[in-house]
């Protein structure tokens, strides 16, 4: 553990005025607007921008002038930066820090949490290169989505070599040869998680990867490569330091990815189709199609990699299709995915078997296919993307990570992202309960839990992914919740996950209608249950963290649809 050093000293932040408000200012803060304040000074060495070039200017190949010569990765990080995100090393809030940069005392929960972190660290070769899934497993193995939220918190803690390590390890592993049984995968797949594996009479070390072969099912991670293209513009806003993105390797492994979300064939639609199993929600759960979580994360990667690839041929070549697709997808998204009380009024009205353009249910869902529960659950304010939308099909599931990584990547409309959270003001009790977050609402049963899971012991209702209740998703809601200045809902679900996560023992997740109870398969100890709380308690401290994981809306590229009186299909 020499090797990622704790400074514990607060000095230079102490003496920043900013950073000594208490409590109650912060609360009254307008987190709406933190997009538009001025950057903090920072060294000369580490002053980098953070957000992007519109969509309108790349598709347009406007070019921006620098002061200074410069890479194109470095303009458009200093294009617009109206967010105050860029964290300094001497600027941590995590364990053995007395005080939070807010000046008032750290809860006690937080020296455990790290505690528990640091002891998660996978090391290869001396060097750490990401966090064991959970403490009470013997094998060191890493899972590429599991090691998200570590890597925020080392990066808002002011130790990014990690980071940095688990990037380019990763990247390494992709341009393996992927098979399973006698077909071979795509080439820009990226791991599903990659383990160490000791030799000691040789006294070596190997990295042994898993692309899907050792999965559930068998299903190759889709979310990886688009978590993997997050992290890497994560660290380049975090560290200013744009060197790591503008390797030759790295550009590689972006355009890797982007082929194979970007290639040609009989897709009518913009969003990708997927497999049942490929995403968190990695058993068969019915999200199958065209799930809200692929969608969101594929809006985040293709919004992110506009700021990391470079202005050479083949990168302005991807910018353009990219560009292309982003406009595409949000319209569809927003389009057909979104559903407040008029839109789910509207749907119960729709006629059937309607052909030609002027079809108002262009994909014939049928109206009595509603499930009885959304009359109920829908508020008269607030909305949300439902599940998935294919022919004939809508699952009007709530699916936390999606609809939280659609506020933090602009996908979302500001009207639709302040909806969203009042929903989950509205629907307290069913989203959060006694322990936040519902992964999914509300949890299948009875005959439909047999045709949909298989019967599946693991997804009983109100279990796992089937309604469990998941610690690790207050991450994404508390950057949520920055974004749409709406801090006092994240306060409280911390509040609550305070009073039971270490007494607890850092479970995976919670089983029961509320999150009363400990999940009868729930791993202790659970890494990413341990991160997600610092992560979100650290943004609440500094709430100019939330550049790391969020987007700006393109303020020169307006909503493609606006809410009307009539919402067609």
């Known amino acids: 553990m020499s090797s990622i050093n704790v400074d514990v000293s607060l000095k230079g932040s102490l003496k920043d005025a900013d950073t000594l408000r208490d409590l109650a200012e912060i609360e009254e803060m307008d987190f709406s607007r933190i997009f538009d304040r001025p950057p903090r000074p920072l060294n000369m060495d580490r002053q980098r921008s953070c957000d992007e070039r519109s969509l309108s200017e790349l598709s347009a190949g406007v070019t921006i002038p620098s002061p200074r010569p410069s890479s194109r990765i470095e303009n458009n990080f200093r294009l617009f930066d109206h967010l105050n995100c860029s964290s300094s090393p001497g600027r941590r809030s995590g364990f053995n820090t007395p005080i939070s940069q807010t000046g008032v005392e750290t809860h006690p929960t937080m020296a455990e949490a790290w505690e528990a972190l640091r002891r998660s660290l996978v090391y290869f070769r001396g060097q750490p290169v990401g966090t064991i899934a959970a403490l009470d497993n013997s094998e060191e193995q890493v899972f590429v989505r599991d090691f998200v939220p570590s890597a925020l918190a080392f990066l808002m803690n002011g130790e990014p070599e990690i980071v940095k390590n688990f990037i380019l390890k990763t990247l390494r592993l992709q341009s393996w040869e992927k098979k399973i049984d006698r077909f071979q995968l795509g080439e820009g797949v990226m791991p599903a998680s990659f383990k160490v594996l000791h030799d000691p009479v040789r006294n070596n070390e190997t990295l042994m990867a898993d692309f899907g072969e050792s999965a559930i099912g068998r299903v190759a991670p889709v979310d990886s490569g688009f978590w993997w ?163 004939a099909r809508m699952d009007f599931r709530w699916f936390c990570l999606g609809n939280c990584i659609a506020i933090l990547s602009s996908l979302a409309t500001p009207e639709q992202s302040t909806a969203i959270m009042d929903l989950i003001e509205s629907r307290w009790e069913e989203l959060v309960g006694e322990m936040p977050l519902k992964v999914i609402y509300p949890a299948i049963e009875s005959h439909e839990w047999q045709i949909v899971t298989g019967c599946d012991p693991k997804n009983t209702r109100w279990s796992y992914h089937n309604g469990g209740s998941w610690p690790v998703l207050l991450w994404l809601l508390t950057a949520a919740c920055i974004k749409t200045g709406r801090p006092q809902i994240a306060r409280r679900a911390i509040e609550l996950a305070e009073t039971r996560l270490i007494k607890d023992n850092w479970p995976e997740y919670y089983d029961g209608k509320l999150g009363r109870f400990v999940g009868k398969q729930a791993r202790k100890c659970q890494t990413w249950s341990v991160a997600g709380y610092l992560v979100a308690k650290m943004m609440l401290e500094d709430p100019s963290h939330l550049g790391t994981v969020a987007l700006e809306e393109d303020k020169q590229t307006k909503p493609l649809i606006r809410r009307s009186n009539s919402w067609t299909f």
């Not at 979300?261 to 929600?281: I, Q």
């Not at 839109?343 to 009885?372: C, G, M, Q, W």
Request: aromatic share 14%.
């Open 229 to 391: 293209i997050f992290l890497l513009r994560a660290y380049t806003k975090s560290t200013g330091d744009t060197s790591l993105a503008e390797k030759p390797e790295c550009q590689k492994g972006m355009r890797l990815i982007l082929s194979l979300c970007l290639s040609e064939g009989f897709d009518t639609f913009p969003t990708l189709l997927c497999a049942d199993g490929c995403c968190m929600v990695d058993r068969r759960m019915g999200v199958y199609g065209y799930p809200i979580e692929i969608q969101a994360l594929f809006f985040m990667a293709l919004r992110c990699a506009l700021l990391l690839l470079k202005q050479d041929e083949e990168g302005n070549e991807f910018v353009q299709r990219i560009t292309k697709r982003l406009h595409a997808l949000s319209f569809h998204m927003r389009s057909y995915y979104w559903i407040d009380l008029k839109h789910l009024n509207d749907i119960y009205r729709y006629k059937t078997e309607e052909y030609s353009h002027t079809a108002v249910n262009k994909f014939n869902v049928i109206p009595d296919s509603l499930p009885e529960w959304i009359f109920d659950f829908m508020p008269v304010r607030g909305g949300y993307f439902i599940g998935n939308v294919s022919p």
